[in-house]
């Protein structure tokens, strides 16, 4: 954008005056307006995705928690036959914690270990292989089941959808889009400060924009990352 308004402004010089006044003038801000149209609706639109994609895996996480502590709840009703299960049950929620969260920083996500993990495979086998003395242990132990059967559901679709990035044409073809919209911008604009300030301020908020839409794409890495509040709180709840 930058480099377009440089453009610009070197066009707005090296042009004969006649191609920036009168109809050629109109013309140019015709173009300039339908360009900016185009580029607000598909910039809104990417940024409404992306903010879907980034709730989205909030939730999943939110329910995953619900999903755990409700587990927990059922193995320790099952009884002290499923205290090893509960135990390994918190050492997965801690490994999943330290591979989405490292550290606490902007640091992404461990992908490639989230992929290989076999904690919640391992609590769903060990249940299953419990051996309940009457219905009360069968009906908790099927329920149990079924919730790690979940859990391990949601973290694949996590995984998956955190891999999930926008087409590079595609930014391609936005970026071209923006350098000509300013280069129009440039060429149109007053050789003055107040006019240059005006554009910069512009390309500023274009990118960070942009910078959202990435951001927002990957909410496992990156600056705006999914707070691990809410996995913190459920293992300091299971296993008690």
Known sequence: MLSGIALGSY???ALPDHYTKDDSKDILIVAAGTMGTLIALIIGLLVTSAKDTYDAANLRITQGG???ITLDYYLSRYGTNAKRERE???QAIASGIKRIWPDESSQGADLAKMEKATEIADVYNSIRELSPKNDSQMYLQTE???LCADIMQSRWLLIE???TDLPRIFFIILTFWLTVLFAQFGLLA???????????VCTISMSS???LILELNHPLEGFIKIPSAPMQTVLALIGK
């Open 11 to 13: 066009l707005r010089i």
């Open 66 to 68: 619900a999903k755990v």
């Open 88 to 90: 390994l049950l918190r």
């Open 144 to 146: 149990a089941l079924k």
């Open 161 to 163: 959808e955190s891999q």
């Open 190 to 200: 007053p050789q003055n400060q107040a006019a240059k300030a005006a554009l910069f």
């Open 209 to 211: 924009a942009i910078f």
